[in-house]
């Protein structure tokens, strides 16, 4: 069997579909590994790193695919990418189908067979082939710093001789993977965290960092498999106006909300942010799906009367 690793060709991607050690247990066990060249190079794995565990380079694309049987990706291939596949050629990695229907017709098209990462159920024995959690680590570990990094105000608090420096006030909204890692990081820098989502079994999590959960009087919003269900408008009317003081009086509020293949809800509007302190922050993770935050744009910091809205855009990507 041969593997074709190609060079990412979303602007800004610098992860790559495979690391130098998994090239060694993969020809290991017979499959044939050819690697793009530079595919490697934006996550400090150069060409010599691949074939020092067996894989051949290629010099393009087309000499890449040449009689590959199966083709691994970070992000979904592009339709010119599935253009360039021979029929019947598998692809493994992120799809996001429903938010890529023309890709995924094309790959229909092509007789290919299309194994989406994401898609894959979260249960016990599929743990190892979780390609979301480690994404979302990342992303909610670089959202703390973002915030911490962008507060003009210290994230601990202080008792020095000379005064007191209270701990920024940090929310998070949303706990799931990233959500936690947001917490913990924000912790770790000693702020002070609340946190909220929509899922019950959120709220021991969010206590067990040391964060306190709020309790707003709304349904818990329970879908299948640990992720949330789509909530109604009426619901996230609700949220909003529950949620307002809490906004108001963070310093910090990093939105991580999601529900699988849906548009992320808006949780924080325009006039909360407006109702929020100078010098406060937004980092919303969910810039890529639309955003928690009604100001977000992706990939851009927003600076509205003085508040930063900061649309984090593939921040995995950062961190390859
Ligand atoms: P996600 O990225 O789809 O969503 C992030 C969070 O947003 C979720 O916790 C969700 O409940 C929350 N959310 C959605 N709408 C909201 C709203 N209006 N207000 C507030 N919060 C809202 O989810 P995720 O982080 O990928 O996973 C969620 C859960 O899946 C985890 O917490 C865990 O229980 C489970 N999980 C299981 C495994 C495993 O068994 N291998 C691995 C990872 C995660």
Redesign the pocket.
Known sequence: MKLAILTESVAGERRVAITPDVVAKLAGSGIEVVVQTGAGVAAHFPDAAYAEQGATIAADRASTLAGADVVAKVQPPTLDEVGALAPGTSTVGFLAPAANLDVVRALAAKKATAYSLELVP???RA?SM?A??SQ?TVSGYLAGLAAAERLPKFFPLFMTAAGTVPPAKVLV????????QAIATARRLGAQVRA????A??KE?VQSLGATFVELPLET?EGSG???RE?SEEF?AR?RELIGNEVAASDVVIT?????GRKA?I?VTAEMVDRMVEGSVVVDLAADTGGNCELTEPGREIDRNGVIVYGMANPPSAMP
């Not at 991580?256 to 699988?260: D, E, F, I, N, S």
């Open positions: 979260r249960i016990s743990q979780d979301l959690s979302a909204l949303g706990a799931g993977v990233a959500g936690l909220y989502d929509v899922r079994a959120a999590e919003q640990g992720y949330a909530q996230l949220q991580t909300a999601a529900v699988p809800p949780l």
